[in-house]
């Protein structure tokens, strides 16, 4: 009897500690996202020329679009994970309806991206327009190399760690 008591409340701490993993990790992964967003932000800032009429209009639209951006990749995403089987697991109606989904996210991203352009327009100059478009994709493409630099740097540490002779 006291073994059964004492099995249930192992396996029962054990259930907790891995619901409080996961929680925290998903919170962590929303405090991360949010800071990269911030980021992302500043980043603009500094490259375009805001009056503050136009900054104070212009970001929280900024952030609802990419917010409903992040919902739309959100939803694809289990979606996506049907790319990563392989050809021969999965039967020839299964891969349509992954296309099928596919080309639908991307048109609701087009619209979503087109509604808001022309929202845009009407709160900046195409000159501007065009630098916050070029500045959102030089972010993206430093938090690129960021990432590759530290899989690099992550690669070299493993390699190093396997060389060195084991005590």
Not at 62 to 80: A, T
Not at 95 to 112: G, P, W
Not at 157 to 165: A, M, Q, T, W
Request: some cysteine; overall charge positive; hydrophobic content about 35%.
């Amino acid at each position: 009897m006291k073994k059964t008591v004492v099995a249930c409340l192992m396996l029962l701490g054990g259930i907790t500690m891995i619901v409080a993993q996961t929680d925290n990790r998903a919170e962590m992964r929303a405090a991360k996202m949010q800071e990269m967003q911030a980021q992302k932000i500043a980043f603009i800032k500094e490259k375009v020329s805001f009056t503050d009429k136009e900054s104070a209009e212009f970001f929280p639209l900024y952030q609802e679009f990419e917010q409903q951006r992040m919902e739309l990749n959100r939803k694809s995403r289990p979606q996506g994970k049907g790319f990563k089987a392989k050809n021969t697991e999965m039967s020839e109606q299964e891969k349509e309806a992954v296309m099928d989904n596919f080309i639908q996210n991307r048109v609701e991203t087009a619209n979503l991206e087109k509604a808001y352009y022309e929202k845009f327009k009407k709160i900046l100059p195409a000159s501007k327009l065009f630098e916050v478009y070029q500045a959102d994709r030089e972010f993206k493409q430093e938090l690129l190399q960021d990432f590759r630099d530290r899989g690099a740097q992550n690669q070299d540490k493993k390699s190093r760690e396997n060389k060195s002779p084991k005590k």
